[in-house]
């Protein structure tokens, strides 16, 4: 039987990132569901997007939607388990320089992560395609399960 997903980040998601070129391609961007913003960050790698969530959750599925020539082309996920304080490699993507929504099975590194409980996820991306290490994101979203 095929396991079924649901969104896992809304308006409840706090959202954090490493920099944010300006107002106008602010972080709030990131989950907003239109196709005419986005979220830019500052020049320089690694940048990151750090979201929690208001309850713990076990992501499976990564969706991002770049602007070709600013995309995190090799992408560290990690993950902040509910009661500890250090983040751990979930798994590592490599997204395509284009302008089309990319989906990423979360390919978990580490066996005891299959199925954590996570409260915390963080895309750090460390390389970009952009010369001087920009980023921008029109679309992110995660999918997984929420424990019963």
Not at 3 to 28: F, M
Not at 38 to 60: D, R
Not at 100 to 128: G, I, M
Request: aromatic share 8%.
């Amino acid at each position: 039987m095929a396991e079924s997903l649901q969104q896992l980040v809304n308006e409840d998601t706090k959202i954090k990132v490493s920099s944010t070129l300006d107002k106008s391609v602010g972080k709030k961007c990131l989950i907003d569901g239109s196709p005419e913003t986005c979220w830019t960050s500052q020049q320089g790698t690694p940048q990151h997007v750090q979201l929690t969530f208001a309850a713990a959750v076990i992501p499976k599925h990564i969706e991002l939607t770049f602007q070709g020539g600013f995309v995190g082309t090799r992408t560290l996920v990690e993950v902040l388990l509910s009661g500890e304080q250090k983040w751990r490699t979930l798994s590592r993507i490599y997204p395509e320089d284009v302008n089309r929504k990319q989906v990423f099975d979360l390919t978990v590194t580490e066996a005891d992560l299959v199925d954590a409980q996570v409260e915390s996820v963080k895309l750090v991306f460390e390389e970009s395609s952009d010369f001087f290490g920009r980023i921008t994101v029109y679309n992110l979203q995660i999918l997984g399960s929420v424990p019963a």
